[in-house]
């Protein structure tokens, strides 16, 4: 594999950044950025930072290339909680000031603020306050972020690990020699959308029959916004695993495989098996309720006609909303800490079934699986299997005896990976990168 470095950020920045201003984005969205010289100052020296320590701690932070004047530039930001506080002296930006101011602020709510001035070049001129609700992007959530200006943004995550953002927008990541966009992301795949289809129009159907016994006025909810809301869920759950330092496995059967996993089979011995019942699917129940609360509450103001979707889920962040959203994050939670006892939580599409599932045998090492270089798994890596551990090999054998299957794994060092059958070999998606940094 040939290794990625920041020269080849800059050159991927520049293409994505060209892409978006071809795509008819605004002027103000698609601003011109500096010259490709002053791009790799920038991102080299954030890059080197990232390696360096201080005091023994590792560094984390954020900078973003913008003017002191265009942070709360139209005063929406400011009542979410942005704001700026300049420096009475401009400082030049470089690693020596990097390392001395990263420890002062918090990653996950303020940033660096670094201005370009003709004749000057990089100069840090100040701090920017945006609040932690960014890190829904990563983590998963609902919230209303606070507004950046649709400026260049680096974030070092990492030793060598760094992402580059516009405003609130992920482009690409520069982790582990590689860089990845959020293109990639196997969850934006048609069979994903396909593998949980089913699960999705039960809901959508007791939706609409809920809609027709209560009254007429509601209006009508996307079909996308259930998928959304599922994602946000998952990546919620996933990021939760990985900070926990244990690692675990996640398996979703499909629906029809529910009863045949309430007794002995040849897949998973299922040590901790929950009895059947409206708590088991607890999530499903939320969801129903919110596409219940969503409708009613759009079809009163917008209208029986109107489509209510993920950003009106966003804007309406108050009352019942705000409390079936918490029970939704709570309950990803919940789920997650279930992978802290050994073996596999186990569920379908609406319901958990148990945990501590224990895969009825593991991939010898001598077997090779496909690591997929596309969501939809177009192009693929022969990856033998001797450089992962057992819960990795188990859940590759499982998914060999029963392609329906489709697992999650998170390793103790973090890494995580969806794994099914496809085509005509076990194939998995790294999900390290963006989707759950």
């Not at 950020?9 to 950044?17: G, H, I, N, Q």
């Amino acid at each position: 594999m040939v290794h990625k470095y920041p020269k080849d950020l800059v050159a991927e920045l520049l293409r994505l950044w060209d892409q978006q201003r071809l795509a008819g984005r605004t002027l103000d969205g698609c601003r011109k950025l500096p010259e490709f010289a002053v791009l790799e100052e920038l991102i080299s020296t954030c890059y080197q930072v990232s390696q360096l320590r201080e005091e023994a701690r590792g560094l984390r932070f954020r900078v973003l290339l913008c003017a002191p004047e265009e942070i709360e530039s139209d005063g929406s930001g400011e009542a979410m909680g942005l704001f700026s506080i300049r420096l009475n002296e401009t400082r030049p930006y470089n690693e020596y000031e990097l390392l001395r101011l990263a420890p002062a602020i918090d990653y996950n709510n303020s940033l660096i603020g670094v201005s370009c001035q003709q004749g000057e070049g990089l100069r840090i001129w100040g701090l920017i306050h945006s609040g932690s609700r960014w890190m829904q992007l990563i983590h998963g959530g609902s919230k209303q972020a606070a507004p950046l200006p649709p400026a260049l943004g680096v974030y070092v995550v990492g030793s060598g690990r760094l992402l580059v953002c516009r405003g609130l927008e992920i482009l690409a990541q520069l982790s582990g020699g590689q860089i990845i966009t959020p293109t990639v992301s196997v969850f934006q795949s048609g069979w994903i959308a396909e593998r949980f289809s089913q699960g999705q129009r039960e809901l959508t159907a007791l939706h609409r029959r809920t809609a027709v016994e209560r009254r007429r006025g509601w209006c009508r909810i996307d079909p996308a916004f259930v998928p959304i809301l599922y994602l946000e869920f998952f990546k919620h759950v996933i990021s939760t695993v990985r900070r926990t330092g244990h690692g675990g496995t996640i398996i979703s059967f499909p629906l029809g495989m529910a009863d045949m996993l309430r007794h002995d089979n040849p897949f998973i011995d299922l040590k901790y098996r929950f009895t059947a019942g409206a708590a088991r699917g607890q999530l499903s129940r939320i969801v129903l309720r919110i596409m219940a609360v969503l409708a009613e509450t759009c079809g009163r103001r917008y209208g029986p006609d109107y489509l209510a979707g993920w950003s009106d889920y966003v804007a309406m962040q108050g009352g019942e909303l705000a409390q079936l959203d918490e029970r939704v994050f709570k309950y990803a939670r919940f789920l997650a800490r279930l992978t802290g006892v050994d073996g596999a939580v186990v569920s379908t599409e609406l319901e958990v079934l148990g945990f501590g599932g224990i895969i009825q045998g593991t991939m010898e090492r001598g077997a090779a699986v496909a690591r997929a270089l596309d969501p939809e798994a177009g192009q693929c890596e022969v990856e033998r299997v001797e450089s992962v551990g057992t819960r990795h090999r188990s859940l590759y054998y499982l998914c060999s005896k029963a392609p329906e299957v489709l697992g999650i794994v998170v390793s103790q060092d973090a890494k995580s990976r969806l794994v099914t059958w496809k085509g005509n070999m076990v194939t998995c998606w790294d999900l390290i990168p963006i989707d759950f940094a």
